[in-house]
């Protein structure tokens, strides 16, 4: 049995010693080193809490050395607990995802975090988590990869993307709520004190800059109205960034049943997928990227991404053309670009544009109350006015693409479905032996042009559900034939 990496001691030991420590090297950092008075002084007034941290860290030490694993050719064993022994056991054929992520402030220490996840658990949570020096890591994942290897292999595949794709996937899938999640996580993680002061000095800085801005303009903006556009332009820049620094240094290759995933310029992870494990591949595009033929390709498989909490990305960002082949080495019977076998009608296409065009419309009376009650602020409501039109406006052109692009193909084997939801087309390709059920519902309106909605449900972590809007009945039944089969 080896033990974990040496690090992983802090972890164990209790988060509330941080509050303790900082108080006492600021303390120290007060006091002379040389004067052996001054020193002995802040030793008598500190020793209780010195002896607490001592503590803490010593009941570290023990769950530490009490908790290790072992990794064989057939599977990976962790154990833990002093008193009452845990012997959590896995083997190589129920791994889904394998996962390694070398954090830039581990790595002066040589330690990686691994976190092992199978169809089972506790959703949204790995399976094991164990942090161990890099060598072990690369041992694991060599024994779980020659494992696999044992499967008859399919094929073989490699790609790497350029560095203008990455950008440009970067560039077209920011989004600035996701640039206001990192700021707002960065202050509840911050201080009270300290997110008061830097508030402050934003706030103020913004209102300087918009206010130079203004006046500079050759048309005139007021400065509330730039201040907001500059917190949205800021956040969706701070996104920006966030996936440069992810997904720089992306590459994949593909050998039979093993998918092998290195990503992430700071933060460095590296996966290992099991091909055969995946419940479904969802290729996503936006309007500029269908323009440009091109696509990110996301797969859904238990565990995969869970350690950073973000989407699971298979490929960034790739052309059509070139997705087949990393297509068929997963699903080569998948109809995944052949045309939709059952497709919504062009004459029910309000039941796509109907909810964006409403919204459109709830923003213009939004607009004259408020600025009848509260003309003070008209510029402000004006500005907010466009800024809240475009996205919808986008939003209307979305839905009338969805109604043309939309459809679904069932064979036997596989489901292809292509659908939207929000301003993100996709195009999901499952086996069928991965469908938990499909619905078909009619409201009022459906009944008399005999029309329904079909909802197709995946085997997932997380409830999730895929529907196509406004199809014929008679197609929607045959669908629901040849999935149950």
Known sequence: MKNQHPVK?????SKNMWLLIFPLLRGLAAVRIMDFNALYSWFIGAWFDILIVILILLTGFIRWKFTGFNADNEKIVFYSGIAARTVNEIPYASITSFTVENRFFLRIFKAASVYIDTGSGKFSDNDMKIMVYNNDAAEIRKKIENYLRKKPQECHYNYKPRLLSTIFFSFVFSSTITGVIYIAVFFIKSG???????????????????????????????????????????SWFISFIGNIMRYTGFRISIEGKTARIKTGLLTRRSYCINTSKINYIDLRQSILTKIARVMSINVNCSGYGNSAKEIPVLIPVMHKKYAVPALNAMFPEAPVFHKSDYKPSLKFL???????????????PVYFAADYFFPLYHDAYKFLLIMAEIPSVWYVIVSIISNRTSGISACDESLCIKYSKGYVFHTVIAHNYHIVKTVISQNIFQKFTDTCDITIYINSEFSTYHRLKSIKLKDAEKIQDILVK
């Open 9 to 13: 001691i802090l972890s164990y030991c």
């Open 192 to 234: 009270k004190i300290v997110e008061e002061i830097i508030q402050e000095k934003m706030i103020d800085k913004l209102s300087d800059v918009s206010h130079s801005l203004s006046v500079k303009l050759p048309v005139y903006i007021s400065p509330l109205a730039l201040t907001i556009a500059l917190v949205f332009i800021g």
């Open 350 to 364: 309000w039941r796509y544009t109907w909810p964006s065009l409403l919204i459109c419309a709830l923003f213009v």
